[in-house]
C-alpha cells in the first residue's frame, strides 16, 4: 500500500489494518550517536536525531565490551520505549551484542551509567562529563522529539534505530 493510498483510506474512516509490521510504521526514527573522544576515562561524542545534531553523549571508555563497565560496540541497532523506571520513559537498544539492558538516559559522569548512553546539553571542559543541569533538558528535548510535543497523548507508529559510530572499537 502507497503512502498516499494509506492516507486516503484513513481520510475515509478506514481502521488501521497492516499486512505487515514495516507497512504499519511511519518513518523511522533514527539517532546517531557519533564519537568524537576516547578516553582512559570515557567515551564522548554527539547525538544527532534524523541528522541533526540534538545532544552531546557521554559513556564508559571501551573495554573490551564488558558488560557494566565498557561502552558497546559500533553498529546500527533497533531499540524500543520503556516506561518502568523513575523518568518513566527510556529508550533501549535491542541485541547489542553480549549486552542487556543498553538504555538512553540522564547522567553527569561514567560512574552514573553501568554501560549505557547519557546524554546532556553541554560537555564538561574535561569532555569526560556532562556540565550539571544540562542532562535533564538534553532528555527532555529528545523525548519531544520522539513524540512531537512535550505533552503526548498517544506514542506514535515509528521504529526507532540507533547508530553508534566511532571509539576506539
Known sequence: MSVRDFSLALAAGASLLCASASECFADDFTLTIHRQYTSEQCTSGYLAINGEIKAYTLELPWQGNEPEISSIPSGEYSAN?????SDKWRIELRDVPGRTVVQ????????????????GEELGDDLCSIKPGTSGPAY???????????DPNMSPNMQIKVRVEGGNN
Open 104 to 119: 538512553i538516559h540522564t547522567g553527569n559522569v561514567p560512574a552514573d551509567s553501568i554501560g549505557c548512553i547519557m546524554i
Open 81 to 85: 520505549l520503556r516506561y518502568d523506571h
Open 140 to 150: 527532555r528535548a529528545l523525548k519531544e522529539a520522539f513524540y512531537g510535543t512535550s
